[in-house]
């Protein structure tokens, strides 16, 4: 066993290795060194993932201490690794897209200045998040969170000369702390009830802890459980971009490509779907939370999609698609579809990683113009990109026999199966999901790829109204009128068709052994009564069974029907869209805004915070703190450091007649005594 | 009366020594005055074998020896070892120093072999008789080592005082020393303890507990005078300013881990007994000297009065470690306490080389980098040594997650376990006073221009060493628990609980 353990060590620390060759070495060994160093430690980590994933289908679990950090009390601090089945999926699909975006990273930032600082962030990235999932305690967990956090900071303000990216990071970072404060107080309290912070003795004590009721407010008892559960999922919906915590993620598209396909789409926003699906155990024991689960995430899931529709940067229509597809997973995690949720989260790493690194590529095409607008009929110049994206797109809109389709089609019967309050609401969301999902997917489509060539125009005049959206200049080039866009470059369309691959084949392969067979049987949880995968089940005849079966359901349908407007009003009668958009102004405005989400937060919470800290900087702190306290203390200190050192005289008569004192001091202790 | 030769085995390591200084004392003195580096060859190697020596023989065994004078113990063993990397340390950072203003004769390092050997034998001292040699031995070796630069009258001075006040302690110690054995007929430790533990029953009037309780007053004062605790501290920053700093760093270092030793050898080994009253003595002095340390360490502009104040407050950080031993006559808490403070003074220890380290390192001949100013803009001139710098500062004001916070996390553990909260937070209130000058420092560092800007000119050995002392700081942050364990261990072993 001791080799696996030493392969389990090397897969993190291989990225990080590569993250510090890059990172502090990177002018010494130069661009080819640090994406050579970088790529050949994602590399070995992928492999190294795939052994231990044949050792793990040999039966071989692992759950133990690799160090002790420190002891306080009976609390210990340590990090460790949890291996089972949810662990090295998670491994293989971070290793295998990550590999995949550092390669295209060659070919995307080129030309970039920060080239080696990129490496060194997205291979410590790929380190972080490999913490977070082969953890085996929330400290670890809770430390490969922060540290996913802070790369994504680092990302999104990769080009930190662009007041939009400083605005848009900066934003993540203080949006993320609001679901950490939820998340903190989670395993707070789990430490404090359970007094341990590793997983499997707290899962071991999870039907003690559901007895206990904590009184947040005086007189109105809670269960405990719940309020560990919706602690815990609050920092799911900080990381995971659920509504309201979501107003992130579409900001988070000022970093590079590469980042929002491995970042912001395929990864580190699933940490919490994870996290939560690693939790099941606690999660199953409160349906408060789960109830509370399941409203956030369909919420998000039908009301991000609607804000696809009205977006006109490429790269923001595939993000709001991301906040819709998470909100799906929030909801299976909901209904107790564990399985279901990181299913979809694995099919959904590929392909949406396949659509970020499409539209990555149509952006390197277009010269860095991300406006759909200016666009269209770039099939016929980037064959393979249009080809891989229309993959992509199909598998995003559920098409039978794509990876898409089981994944969320499996998720919709297990909400269909569910009783849980909310459960009702949720189906609809995610019905109604699937029509908007393939109208704005296939709007995007049908305007990067068909229709009228509208490229070369050097329409720049957007600036004015779309200040917050667009990139400034220095990035956002555009063609010149009469040049052609063109293929990008082999490290840019490779990866590109090894994630068309799996976005194809992956759920035809896997549905069987993931959802229905016992994959997840000893990492993932159900209580009987809530088990919607195993009524699914029974409706379930082999995954080839399914999709045939998929042409004639009402998801289906709701698909094509969205695609076929998408054609429609994009192909057939362009101006049909702008009538509408005439016609319900409003509604119109009210989604271009987001539903004033970001001026809410704007007014409320950062004009609140600030006249809040503007009252305590002037009354509380200038006036007590510093006024009185602080200088107070600090006049007082000094005065009697100043004495102090007139007792220190220098003459030796005074140091030996303070001896002699306290001598007498320390009799007089006895005396007084007798 | 026969006589029987007594075995020499355990103390293998102090005849060694002992050995070795006549050996080099009488080269040196044949020696031409070119051939001085052997002396200080010879005295390094010394010190690295009797290490070793100490290493291969060290178990967990406790053997008395010598008529009860000696006894070989695991807490022996290893602060014994500890001493001698500390005082390597110390010659090798002070050797250029020394060298640069002329006392680095044999004498020089055959003081710091003697002082050694002094410490050794406190530290393995089983009787009032050994504990007063080693301590004489170790304390006249420094007198002459403060005064080895006899031309400067700052070096005299500093000389003078710590001979005379010294001399009324070492006075106070032998009077406390003499009122036990009179009131227990006992001068070995462990038959002074069995004689406590025996009397406590059958003590029928105050008269022979007087006596008793004079003693330890008196002894308690002179093993405060050692470990430099308020009131009994007036020579600690006057010596450590007066003496050349080479000599402060020896001064500064391993000293405490000797008078931790006489301490427990003292307190818990004797007079275990009357820890209750020895407890409140010490309470007293620590207040004393976390308030005064803390808040007159502020005021000062030299480096080396500022450590010699922070020092003050260290111990009174050990001393709470010592004191939260035994609760109401219960001894539940007693490993706990003692592991603190002998993690606090190792912990210190390793902070304090290298604070003084980087004071020889920035001074040259002719030059004392000793006042906070000749700090400034460290960075811009060396940003490596500006970071060791600010690790030592970090961890002596102690910032998670180098040493100096567990050592202090440690102690505060220990305090609250014992119930006694209330000197935990007065503990934690003047460290943030504290970290007011260590930060300063840092700041003087980082952000002020350089006065100085002579570039830093020292051996690689001193380099090498500090950059490495100073990363030892951070890196036992990370495994602070591998040093408590081991000083847990030392403990269990040496004292059964």
Known sequence: MSEMQNLYLVVPLAPLAGAILAGLFGKAIGRTGAHVATILGVAVALFASILIYQDVQ??????????????????????????????????????????????????????????????????????????LVMSNNFLQLFFGWEAVGLVSYLLIGFWYTRPTAIFANMKAFLVNRVGDFGFLLGIGLVAAHTGSLDYAEVFAQADALSAKTIELFPGAPWLLISVICICLFIGAMGKSAQ???????????????????????????????????????????????????????????????????????????????????????????????????????????????????????VIIGMHHDQDMRNMGGLWKYMKITWFTSLVGSLALIGFPFLSGFFSKDSIIEAVHFSTIPGAGYAYFCVIVGVFVTAFYSFRMYFLVFHGKERFGQAHHDHHGDHDDEEPSDDHHHGLAPGQKPHESPWVVTVPLILLAIPSVLIGFFTIEPMLFGDWFKRAIHVTASHDTIGQFAEHF??????????????????????????????????????????????????????????????????????????????GGDQGVIDGLIVNGTARTISLVAQASRLLQSGHIYMYAFSMIIGLCVLLSLWFSVV | MNFVVPDFAPAVTELFVAGMSLVILLLTVFMRESARNIGYVLTQLTLIVAALLTIFTMDGQVRVTLSDMYVDDLMGDVLKILICFSVITALIYGRGYAADRGFDRPEYHLLALFSTLGMMVMVTANHFLSLYIGLEMLSLSLYGLVAFDRDSARSTEAAMKYFILGALASGLLLYGMSMVYGATGNLSLSGVAQAIYNQAAVYDGVSSKTVLMFGLVFIVAGLAFKLGVVPFHMWVPDVYHGAPTSVTLMIGTAPKLAAFAMAMRLLVGGLFDLAEHWQTMLMLMAVGSLVLGNIAAIAQTNLKRMLAYSGISHMGFLLLGLLSGVVEGDRFNALNAYTSSMFYAIAYVVMSLASFGIIILLSRSGFEAENIDDLKGLNKRSSWFAAMMMIIMFSMAGIPFFIGFFAKLSVLQSLVAADMVWLAVLAVMMSLVGAFYYLRVVKVMYFDEPVDTAPIHAASDIRVLLSANCLAIAFLGLLPQQLIDLCQLALVASFQG
């Open chain 1, 58 to 131: 040999a039966g071989n679990t692992f759950n133990g201490t690799v160090y002790t950090w420190a002891t306080s009390g009976n609390l210990s601090l340590e990090v460790g690794f949890l291996i089972d089945e949810l662990t090295v999926m998670m491994m293989l699909v971070v290793t295998f897209v990550s590999l995949m975006v550092h390669l295209y990273t060659i070919g995307y930032m080129q030309e970039d200045p920060g080239y080696q600082r990129f490496f060194s962030y997205i291979s410590l990235f790929t380190f972080s998040m490999l913490m």
């Open chain 1, 541 to 618: 005849h082999g995954a080839a069974a399914m999709a045939m079966h998929g042409f004639t359901t009402l998801p289906f349908f709701l698909a094509m029907a969205g695609v076929v407007l998408a054609w429609f009003f994009y192909l057939v009668k362009p101006e049909i869209p702008a009538a509408i958009m005439r016609t319900f102004k409003p509604l119109h405005t009210l989604l271009d805004n987001k539903y004033y989400f970001d001026k809410f937060n704007e007014v409320v919470f950062a004009g609140g915070s600030r006249l809040l800290g503007q009252g305590l900087w002037k």
């Open chain 1, 243 to 361: 509504v309201p915590l979501h107003v992130w993620l579409p900001d988070s598209m000022e970093g590079p490509t590469p980042i929002s396909a491995l970042i912001h789409a395929a990864t580190m926003v699933t940490a919490g779907i994870f996290m939560v699906a690693r939790m099941s155990p606690l999660f199953e024991l409160s349906e408060t939370a789960l109830s509370f689960v399941i409203v956030i995430g369909a919420t998000t899931a039908l009301f991000m999609g609607f804000l696809g529709i009205v977006q006109n940067d490429i790269k923001r229509v595939v993000a709001y698609s991301t906040l819709s597809q998470l909100g799906y997973m929030t909801v299976a995690l909901g209904v107790s579809a564990y399985s279901a949720a990181v299913f979809h989260l694995m099919t959904h790493a590929f392909f949406k990683a396949l659509l970020f690194l499409g539209a990555g590529s």
